[in-house]
C-alpha cells in the first residue's frame, strides 16, 4: 500500500533524485503532447461544429433546435455510463490502442451524419454511433498517455494537451461555414470527417505513445512496475470521492456558466451585442489560465492551487449580483470565469494523476472522468429549470457561491501526495 509523503511531491516509478526534469521530459515528449492535443481537438468537433449546421437542418427538414440539439445527449450519456469501462481497457491495453481506432471510427461516424434526414429519428441514429465512436476518445485516453510520460512537466503537459478545445472553438465555426456555404452541409460533414481522418491519424499513429506500454528491443516492457494504486486501493481512499465530487459539482457549475452567458448578461441589463463581446472574453482567458495553472501545478503545491481556480466563480457571481448591467463588471466577472474555465480541468487531472499514480490511473480516472461528464450534462439543465421557475438567473448566481466554495474545500482538502512505491515483480 501507499504511504503517505513527507512532502508534496510523489515518486512514481523512479526515485525523486534520479526522476528526469521537466525539460528533459519535454525534450523526448513534446510530440506526444502535440499528437494527444489533436485528439483533444477532434473530440471537440461535436461541440464546437454542430452550431452552425444548425441553421441548415432546420431549413431542409423544419426540425427544431430542441430535437437537433437532443442528439448531443448520446455522447454525453454514453460517457457517463462507460468512462469507467473504457478506463479499465485503457489500463489492459495501453490507451494507444484504443486511441487510433477510436480515431477513425469518429471521423467515419462524423461523415456519416451527412446521412440524416427527412426523419429526425435518423440524426438521433447518427448520433448514437458517434457516441459509442467517441467513447474512445475520452480525456482519460489522452491524459493516462501524457502523464505516462511527464511527471516534472505534468502540469503544463497537460495544460497544453487540452488547449486542442482551444484551438477548435477558435477554428471549427470558420471553416464549418465556409464549408457549408461551399458544398452544403453534407458535404460539410464528409469534408470535417476526412480532413481529420488525414491530419491527426497518422499524428497519433507515428507520435501517441503510452509510456506504460514501452517496449525495448526485444519487446519487453519498459516500464513493467509503474506505482500507484490498484482500482480497489483507490476508491477506499478519501481522495477518490472528494476528486470525484469536486469534479461534478465544479463542472456542472461552469458550464452552466457558460452555456447560459449570453441571456445571462443580457437580462443583467446589457445589450445583446454587448453580451456577446463580453463572452468571448472568456475564451480567450481561458487558455491563458489554462497554461498559467499548469506551470503553476509542476512548481507548487497542487491542492492550493486547484482550490484557487475553482474558487475564482465565486468572485464572477459575486460581481454580477453586485452590479447588474455594469459593462465594466461584467468584463471582470467573465475574466475571472474565464480563468477558472482554463484551470478548473487541468487540476482536477493533473491532481488525479498524483493521487491515484500511474499503476491504475486508467481505471481510477475513468470515475472522475464519468463525473465530470455528469456535469456537463446536469448544470446547464438544473440552471434552465431554475431560470424557467423563478424567471431570472439570479438564484444560480447566488448557488453558484456556496457550489463553488464546496469544490475549492474539497480540492484544498485532499492532503499530501502519497508515495507509491512500484510493486515487486
Known amino acids: 500500500m501507499p504511504k503517505s509523503g513527507s512532502n508534496w511531491s510523489v515518486s512514481m516509478q523512479v526515485s525523486e533524485s534520479t526522476r528526469p526534469g521537466a525539460l528533459s521530459e519535454w525534450r523526448t ?6 499528437a494527444a492535443c489533436c485528439g483533444v481537438a477532434l473530440g471537440s468537433v461535436q461541440i464546437y461544429a454542430t452550431g452552425v449546421f444548425v441553421a441548415p437542418l432546420e431549413a431542409e427538414f423544419g426540425w427544431s433546435r430542441a430535437d437537433i440539439s437532443a442528439g448531443l445527449l448520446a455522447p454525453s450519456l454514453l460517457g457517463v455510463l462507460f468512462s469507467p469501462a473504457i478506463g479499465i481497457l485503457i489500463d489492459r ?83 464549418t461555414r465556409l464549408l457549408i456555404d461551399n458544398i452544403g452541409w453534407r458535404g460539410a460533414y464528409v469534408a470535417l470527417g476526412a480532413g481529420f481522418a488525414v491530419i491527426v491519424g497518422p499524428v497519433l499513429w507515428f507520435f501517441f505513445k503510452d509510456a506504460r ?30 476528486l470525484c465530487i469536486s469534479a461534478l459539482i465544479i463542472t456542472g457549475v461552469i458550464v452552466a456558466f457558460v452555456f447560459h452567458l449570453v441571456p445571462m448578461l443580457s437580462e443583467t441589463g446589457l445589450d445583446r451585442a454587448s453580451a456577446t463581446y463580453v463572452a468571448g472574453i472568456a475564451g480567450i482567458f481561458s487558455i491563458i489560465g489554462r497554461l498559467g495553472v499548469g506551470a503553476m501545478l509542476d512548481r507548487l503545491p497542487g491542492p492550493p492551487v486547484g482550490a484557487a481556480s475553482v474558487a475564482l466563480p465565486i468572485i464572477a457571481a459575486s460581481l454580477l449580483l453586485a452590479f447588474p448591467g455594469s459593462l465594466p463588471m461584467a468584463i471582470i466577472a467573465i475574466v475571472f470565469l474565464g480563468l477558472c474555465i482554463g484551470g478548473e480541468y487541468d487540476s ?55 457550489l463553488a466554495a464546496v469544490s475549492a474545500l474539497l480540492l484544498g482538502t485532499l492532503g499530501k501526495y502519497p508515495e507509491h512505491a512500484a510493486p515487486e515483480s
Open 29 to 34: 515528449g513534446w510530440a506526444l503532447v502535440i
Open 93 to 175: 491495453w495501453g490507451a494507444r490502442r484504443l486511441a487510433i481506432p477510436g480515431t477513425m471510427m469518429v471521423c467515419v461516424t462524423t461523415a456519416g451524419l451527412s446521412l440524416a434526414g427527412p426523419s429526425i429519428y435518423s440524426w438521433w441514429a447518427l448520433w448514437f454511433a458517434l457516441g459509442l465512436a467517441a467513447l474512445c476518445m475520452k480525456p482519460t485516453i489522452w491524459s493516462t498517455a501524457v502523464s505516462s510520460h511527464f511527471s516534472a512537466g505534468r502540469g503544463l503537459a497537460l495544460a497544453v494537451m487540452l488547449s486542442g478545445t482551444g484551438v477548435a472553438q477558435a477554428l471549427l465555426p470558420t471553416i
Open 213 to 242: 506500454f514501452a517496449t525495448d528491443k526485444d519487446g519487453k516492457k519498459i516500464a513493467s512496475n509503474v506505482g500507484g494504486y490498484t482500482l480497489r486501493e483507490g476508491v477506499r481512499t478519501r481522495q477518490f470521492w472528494q
Open 348 to 402: 482536477v487531472i493533473y491532481l488525479s494523476s498524483r493521487y491515484f499514480g500511474m499503476r491504475k490511473f486508467g481505471s481510477l480516472f475513468g470515475w472522475v472522468a464519468s463525473a465530470l461528464l455528469a456535469g456537463v450534462g446536469l448544470g446547464p439543465w438544473i440552471t434552465g429549470r431554475i431560470h424557467d421557475a423563478t424567471g431570472s438567473y439570479e438564484l444560480f448566481l447566488w448557488l453558484v457561491i456556496p
